[in-house]
């Protein structure tokens, strides 16, 4: 069913599917008229979405290694750039993002920065190229261009290091909207996540992880831009927000200095809950040293060039400027969301801020805002508090608390929009959370798989047999993941970031060099992705027992020593060496020709 | 020179020239970060902060697509294009 032709029918089946998606928010929201349930709407907007791409999976199996592990290559360079828009944005980007904005300001901006600019190194300096190499997996590439067994297994250890990390915030995220929207105890919402997951990648691999991942991106699209629009609407914002909240921006600036930043004490603070947090950042001014913003911002970039689950979509591709061009879809498609979470966070500050608008609540009195239907229902899911700290009555800016996610969750609600719209978001966060989850795991079980099993313990094994291991380590890592996430041990958002600084420790220099430097070898990059992980892991556990760290490079951002070590280890390790084979050289070269065959196995 | 080493050299002049624009707009602007804030931006907002929202993030995307339309160009030159398929 899904051969040949599909491909040619992917914009009339994706429009069709669309249309379907749209067609049921109308549903929703007719039945939301006709005294539909909030909770029944979550229910049926989250089942949906799910069984749809349960059904996508099915649809989509396979028994063949060609498309279990790169889909058969033959992903048109905008559905590409749709999927791989889906396997990067989180739900740490879809729910966490706004939220982020709007507490820190311009120093998590760089986040924004740096999660759009990698894509320029990935580009430029790596994706055409590991395309034309024509691997399955990214160790797949340094096993082949370095050589040797040690060098795949290092990649497979930093690989998974990094993905594990990441993983378990996806699946975190997955268990706690699960648990949200169906009303069940996050220990076993998480397994439900789990299972979701599984569904879209276990019987088909990278095309079945493909085929939803594009679904899964035109729900979180829909879900996060309908509200944004729809609220800058409504208050009178400016019917296209992007272009036009420079009013609202300049009237939070006006805000904060009549209101001013009070510190409170930490007494006062003691009473808030864990993991609320107050507006103490100016909106729109620069509020952090230029190094603070820069190293935050490279770090991310180096990270983003380094994930394995990104670069692997690029395989994909039916050629080499496919590869390129999709690069640039998918940062397109990315920009969409990106683009909105500053305008999301503005109209979201706003009004609560401003007295003069209804839905404002600073300087109201604190026992009106206590009485607020919205303020109960988020102060009772733990994600919103006040108290009159100074005891005059009023609620000043210092005396109001939310949580990062309340900013994407809460804001249609207090913006006084329908509740189908809640649901929605719902469906969007499921979607962004399991498209990742699906693209890491994916990625680490290929791994362990072809680079680990075949590669290195048995390459006379069939593919059955293959696709089989493929299958299983899939569930166990899935399952492993699960279970740290249920234990609950770190926020989303930390673990994201760890995941960047992981990955660019251990693996952006021995793959840019890989491919642009030909003297690096064998045991240059082995020493430049163990030094640089070790080294970066070391830092990381300095830092967070007291140590105080050195040029201003924090627990955040250690990826950035890590990576200084393993160029430099990289480069001396190789020049102390004796340089590549001859071969080895020749494949280099052939690398940097797009045209002809691909380094390993048929094209 | 052959053929193939010409290719490389242009296939890195095109490099260095991306990666020098990627260069300003990622970390060359926030340099100055808290002065060009002072100034107003497009659309209105100060000039920093547009940046960060949509300035730099949109440059980064055309750069992409330009990088692609100019490195498939010096292949087409050098005859190393792929046939087919897009």
């Not at chain 1, 580009?123 to 060098?151: E, H, Q, W």
């Not at chain 1, 770090?299 to 983003?304: F, I, L, P």
């Given at each position: 069913?899904?051969?040949?032709?599909?491909?040619?029918?992917?914009?009339?089946?994706?429009?069709?599917?669309?249309?379907?998606?749209?067609?049921?928010?109308?549903?929703?929201?007719?039945?939301?008229?006709?005294?539909?349930?909030?909770?029944?709407?979550?229910?049926?907007?989250?089942?949906?979405?799910?069984?749809?791409?349960?059904?996508?999976?099915?649809?989509?199996?396979?028994?063949?290694?060609?498309?279990?592990?790169?889909?058969?290559?033959?992903?048109?360079?905008?559905?590409?750039?749709?999927?791989?828009?889906?396997?990067?944005?989180?739900?740490?980007?879809?729910?966490?993002?706004?939220?982020?904005?709007?507490?820190?300001?311009?120093?998590?901006?760089?986040?924004?920065?740096?999660?759009?600019?990698?894509?320029?190194?990935?580009?430029?300096?790596?994706?055409?190229?590991?395309?034309?190499?024509?691997?399955?997996?990214?160790?797949?590439?340094?096993?082949?261009?370095?050589?040797?067994?040690?060098?795949?297994?290092?990649?497979?250890?930093?690989?998974?290091?990094?993905?594990?990390?990441?993983?378990?915030?996806?699946?975190?995220?997955?268990?706690?909207?699960?648990?949200?929207?169906?009303?069940?105890?996050?220990?076993?919402?998480?397994?439900?996540?789990?299972?979701?997951?599984?569904?879209?990648?276990?019987?088909?691999?990278?095309?079945?992880?493909?085929?939803?991942?594009?679904?899964?991106?035109?729900?979180?699209?829909?879900?996060?831009?309908?509200?944004?629009?729809?609220?800058?609407?409504?208050?009178?914002?400016?019917?296209?927000?992007?272009?036009?909240l420079?009013?609202e921006v300049s009237r939070i600036a006006e805000l904060e200095?009549?209101?001013?930043?009070?510190?409170?004490?930490?007494?006062?603070?003691?009473?808030?809950?864990?993991?609320?947090?107050?507006i103490?950042?100016a909106h729109s001014?620069?509020?952090?040293?230029?190094?603070?913003?820069?190293?935050?911002?490279?770090?991310?970039?180096?990270?983003?060039?380094?994930?394995?689950?990104?670069?692997?979509?690029?395989?994909?591709?039916?050629?080499?400027?496919?590869?390129?061009?999709?690069?640039?879809?998918?940062?397109?498609?990315?920009?969409?969301?990106?683009?909105?979470?500053?305008?999301?966070?503005t109209?979201?500050k706003l009004?609560?801020m401003d007295?003069?608008?209804?839905?404002?609540?600073?300087?109201?009195?604190?026992?009106?805002?206590?009485?607020?239907?919205?303020?109960?229902?988020?102060?009772?899911?733990?994600?919103?508090?006040?108290?009159?700290?100074?005891?005059?009555?009023?609620?000043?800016?210092?005396?109001?608390?939310?949580?990062?996610?309340?900013?994407?969750?809460?804001?249609?609600?207090?913006?006084?929009?329908?509740?189908?719209?809640?649901?929605?978001?719902?469906?969007?966060?499921?979607?962004?959370?399991?498209?990742?989850?699906?693209?890491?795991?994916?990625?680490?079980?290929?791994?362990?798989?072809?680079?680990?099993?075949?590669?290195?313990?048995?390459?006379?094994?069939?593919?059955?047999?293959?696709?089989?291991?493929?299958?299983?380590?899939?569930?166990?890592?899935?399952?492993?993941?699960?279970?740290?996430?249920?234990?609950?041990?770190?926020?989303?958002?930390?673990?994201?970031?760890?995941?960047?600084?992981?990955?660019?420790?251990?693996?952006?220099?021995?793959?840019?060099?890989?491919?642009?430097?030909?003297?690096?070898?064998?045991?240059?990059?082995?020493?430049?992705?163990?030094?640089?992980?070790?080294?970066?892991?070391?830092?990381?556990?300095?830092?967070?027992?007291?140590?105080?760290?050195?040029?201003?490079?924090?627990?955040?951002?250690?990826?950035?020593?890590?990576?200084?070590?393993?160029?430099?280890?990289?480069?001396?390790?190789?020049?102390?060496?004796?340089?590549?084979?001859?071969?080895?050289?020749?494949?280099?070269?052939?690398?940097?020709?797009?045209?002809?065959?691909?380094?390993?196995?048929?094209? | 020179?052959?053929?193939?080493?010409?290719?490389?050299?242009?296939?890195?002049?095109?490099?260095?020239?991306?990666?020098?624009?990627?260069?300003?707009?990622?970390?060359?602007?926030?340099?100055?970060?808290?002065?060009?804030?002072?100034?107003?931006?497009?659309?209105?907002?100060?000039?920093?902060?547009?940046?960060?929202?949509?300035?730099?993030?949109?440059?980064?995307?055309?750069?992409?697509?330009?990088?692609?339309?100019?490195?498939?160009?010096?292949?087409?030159?050098?005859?190393?294009?792929?046939?087919?398929?897009?």
């Amino acid at each position: 069913m899904l051969k040949g032709n599909f491909i040619d029918n992917l914009p009339k089946v994706y429009g069709i599917y669309t249309g379907g998606f749209l067609g049921f928010i109308i549903i929703m929201s007719i039945g939301e008229q006709m005294g539909m349930s909030a909770k029944a709407i979550g229910i049926c907007f989250v089942a949906f979405t799910v069984a749809i791409y349960a059904i996508i999976g099915y649809l989509s199996r396979t028994a063949q290694a060609d498309a279990y592990y790169v889909a058969g290559r033959q992903v048109p360079t905008v559905f590409n750039g749709m999927a791989t828009a889906a396997d990067w944005m989180s739900g740490a980007s879809f729910v966490a993002m706004a939220g982020g904005i709007y507490f820190k300001g311009y120093g998590y901006m760089a986040l924004l920065v740096g999660w759009t600019g990698g894509y320029v190194l990935v580009a430029s300096l790596l994706a055409p190229y590991l395309r034309k190499f024509g691997c399955y997996t990214v160790p797949d590439f340094i096993g082949t261009r370095y050589g040797g067994n040690l060098s795949r297994f290092m990649a497979v250890v930093v690989l998974t290091v990094a993905s594990f990390t990441y993983v378990t915030a996806q699946i975190n995220a997955t268990g706690t909207i699960a648990s949200v929207a169906l009303d069940i105890p996050f220990q076993y919402a998480v397994y439900v996540g789990l299972i979701s997951i599984l569904l879209c990648s276990m019987l088909g691999g990278m095309r079945g992880v493909t085929w939803t991942q594009v679904a899964q991106y035109i729900v979180l699209i829909i879900a996060y831009l309908l509200p944004v629009f729809w609220i800058s609407n409504k208050i009178g914002a400016g019917f296209f927000p992007h272009f036009m909240l420079a009013d609202e921006v300049s009237r939070i600036a006006e805000l904060e200095a009549q209101f001013g930043f009070v510190k409170n004490s930490a007494e006062n603070l003691k009473e808030v809950p864990k993991g609320l947090a107050g507006i103490t950042k100016a909106h729109s001014a620069v509020n952090a040293t230029p190094w603070a913003f820069i190293s935050l911002a490279l770090a991310m970039m180096m990270g983003t060039a380094s994930l394995p689950h990104v670069m692997m979509r690029y395989f994909t591709t039916p050629s080499v400027k496919a590869a390129r061009k999709s690069v640039g879809w998918s940062l397109f498609f990315i920009f969409l969301l990106y683009s909105s979470a500053p305008m999301l966070a503005t109209l979201s500050k706003l009004s609560l801020m401003d007295p003069t608008l209804p839905t404002g609540i600073i300087g109201k009195s604190i026992t009106d805002v206590q009485a607020i239907d919205w303020y109960q229902n988020w102060n009772a899911a733990n994600l919103m508090f006040v108290s009159d700290f100074n005891g005059n009555g009023t609620l000043e800016l210092n005396e109001f608390f939310m949580g990062g996610k309340a900013v994407v969750l809460a804001t249609p609600e207090i913006a006084g929009l329908p509740y189908v719209i809640s649901g929605l978001v719902a469906a969007g966060g499921m979607a962004a959370a399991m498209s990742t989850a699906d693209g890491l795991i994916l990625a680490i079980a290929n791994a362990i798989s072809h680079d680990v099993y075949y590669k290195i313990i048995d390459p006379k094994a069939e593919t059955a047999k293959r696709l089989v291991v493929a299958r299983v380590l899939l569930v166990v890592i899935g399952f492993a993941g699960a279970t740290i996430a249920a234990l609950e041990i770190q926020g989303i958002l930390g673990s994201v970031i760890w995941a960047f600084d992981f990955a660019m420790s251990g693996l952006f220099f021995p793959l840019v060099l890989g491919v642009w430097w030909k003297r690096a070898n064998k045991e240059g990059a082995i020493a430049g992705m163990f030094l640089g992980l070790v080294s970066g892991a070391a830092y990381l556990v300095w830092v967070r027992t007291g140590g105080s760290g050195f040029l201003g490079i924090t627990q955040l951002t250690f990826g950035i020593f890590g990576s200084a070590v393993s160029l430099v280890s990289m480069v001396v390790v190789s020049l102390m060496t004796s340089e590549p084979s001859a071969a080895t050289q020749r494949m280099v070269d052939e690398v940097r020709v797009p045209s002809g065959r691909s380094i390993i196995g048929k094209q | 020179m052959s053929k193939q080493e010409q290719h490389w050299e242009k296939s890195k002049g095109l490099l260095m020239m991306t990666l020098a624009i990627w260069f300003v707009f990622s970390i060359g602007i926030f340099l100055f970060g808290a002065e060009m804030n002072e100034v107003t931006g497009p659309f209105g907002y100060p000039l920093t902060y547009w940046f960060t929202c949509q300035g730099s993030l949109g440059i980064f995307v055309i750069l992409i697509f330009w990088f692609a339309n100019r490195q498939e160009k010096i292949d087409e030159e050098f005859g190393f294009s792929e046939r087919g398929d897009d």
